[in-house]
T-cell receptor, first 109, second 118 residues
């Protein structure tokens, strides 16, 4: 079956760095997405990886290892507004998104 | 980036009535649109994939006669919840894929519709 695993909840301190991991097993692979979702709102796109390596975009970076079925989202210089759920999603062989359950990130002052 | 709108953003209805939710791609043509449902503190659950001009493909366990999907044009898909019941109360989110860009297959999300059935 298809499976996406990510931690349920993480806590970090304002100004610090946090890494959210995601492992996946899917039928086919056409890229991995990270989305941010604030409570009561729809997800917003953060990053897309289809090749191995690190993609950096401002304070956020995303890494992918296809051979290991592994990705992480790295958030630097954490701000209180970064408190949200972070969803990992893999595009499978049919280009459908398989979603992880999301990681709730709590930022403390 | 591409913009997807949903209407209404919030709706409260009585049990037994039907509710229509619209999803529009505002600045691109969306051959494929997706309808998701999300329960509190849970991830998105794909309900159906909607292709312009053809019947929607429903995920296992989703009643197609209850959740009617119409993708009449390249910029509009509608989801109608028929004979709504309190257990249908949820956050419904649509997304659209911009096939015109080629390259990656990013889905652009609408802002969601909060449905409450009394």
């Amino acid at each position: 079956g298809q499976n996406i695993d990510q931690p349920t909840e993480m806590t970090a301190t304002e100004g610090a760095i946090v890494q959210i991991n995601c492992t996946y097993q899917t039928s086919g692979f056409n890229g991995l997405f990270w989305y941010q979702q604030h409570a009561g709102e729809a997800p917003t796109f953060l990053s897309y990886n289809v090749l191995d390596g690190l993609e950096e975009k401002g304070r956020f970076s995303s890494f992918l290892s296809r051979s290991k079925g592994y990705s992480y989202l790295l958030l630097k210089e954490l701000q209180m507004k970064d408190s949200a759920s972070y969803l990992c999603a893999v595009s499978d062989s049919n280009y459908q998104l398989i979603w992880g359950a999301g990681t709730k990130l709590i930022i403390k002052p | 980036g591409a913009v997807v709108s949903q209407h209404p953003s919030r709706v409260i209805c009585k049990s037994g009535t039907s509710v229509k939710i619209e999803c529009r791609s505002l600045d691109f043509q969306a051959t494929t649109m997706f309808w998701y449902r999300q329960f509190p503190k849970q991830s998105l659950m794909l309900m159906a994939t909607s292709n312009e001009g053809s019947k929607a493909t429903y995920e296992q366990g989703v009643e197609k006669d209850k959740f009617l999907i119409n993708h009449a044009s390249l910029t509009l898909s509608t989801l109608t919840v028929t004979s709504a019941h309190p257990e249908d109360s949820s956050f419904y989110i649509c997304s659209a894929r911009d096939h015109g860009t080629g390259g990656d297959n990013e889905q652009f999300f609408g802002p969601g519709t909060r449905l409450t059935v009394l």
